[in-house]
């Protein structure tokens, strides 16, 4: 953040600049005697640190779903192997996980952040299709007859919703990754999140 202070001489008498003063607009103006100290701030995000905050909060929600994701992927690896018990309460931890982490944006503050509204829509955008994404994969899972297969027609809806949730991961990751470089945050990829 630059903070430039400009100082204007103020005439006593007319209440206005002086000879040779610059003028400016904006700022916060701070009168002393006859000197009017004017601070402006330039350079992007008024409040950097605000900024930073917002940052390490997005990433926190980031490493919130990785670990949600890793319940489906016990739980889909509980299905291949004919485990439908097992496979349907962890498909059901992850998809209650992210449905809580999808609220939880929603009502995150991101307005600091350099396109900080565009990045909270594409965030509960790619956590609603992921979420989605979850509950296809319970229905297959559910109503499978004996063992779950990737071959029944059920798990074409599967597909579908995976395609979903990759596209809004991928939009959401093009806006996302920049910004959390510029703040020194790991870079995330649509395979971890």
């Not at 610059?22 to 409040?47: C, H, I, L």
């Not at 917002?54 to 949600?68: M, P, V, Y």
């Not at 510029?182 to 971890?192: E, F, H, K, T």
């Amino acid at each position: 953040m630059l903070l430039i202070t400009v100082v204007l001489v103020f005439d006593e008498r007319t209440g206005s600049p002086g000879p040779g003063a610059g003028g400016t607009s904006g700022g916060n103006a701070v009168q002393n005697g006859g000197v009017v100290e004017e601070q402006r701030t330039y350079g992007g995000a008024a409040d950097d640190s605000a900024g930073d905050e917002s940052a390490q909060r997005l990433d926190a929600l980031l490493t919130e779903s990785i670990a949600g994701r890793k319940y489906l992927l016990r739980a889909i690896d509980a299905a291949l192997a004919c485990d439908k018990s097992a496979a349907i309460a962890d498909m059901e931890r992850a998809s209650d996980a992210r449905a809580a982490l999808r609220d939880k944006a929603g009502g995150t503050d991101l307005a600091a952040l350099p396109g900080g509204d565009h990045l909270k829509s594409a965030l509960v955008d790619f956590l609603q299709a992921s979420y989605e994404a979850d509950e296809a994969y319970l229905r297959w899972t559910r109503g499978a007859q004996g063992c779950p297969s990737t071959r029944a027609a059920r798990f074409e809806a599967v597909t579908s919703a995976n395609s979903r949730a990759r596209a809004r991961k991928t939009e959401f990751l093009d806006a996302w990754n920049p910004v959390a470089q510029r703040y020194g945050l790991p870079a995330r990829d649509v395979r971890s999140i």
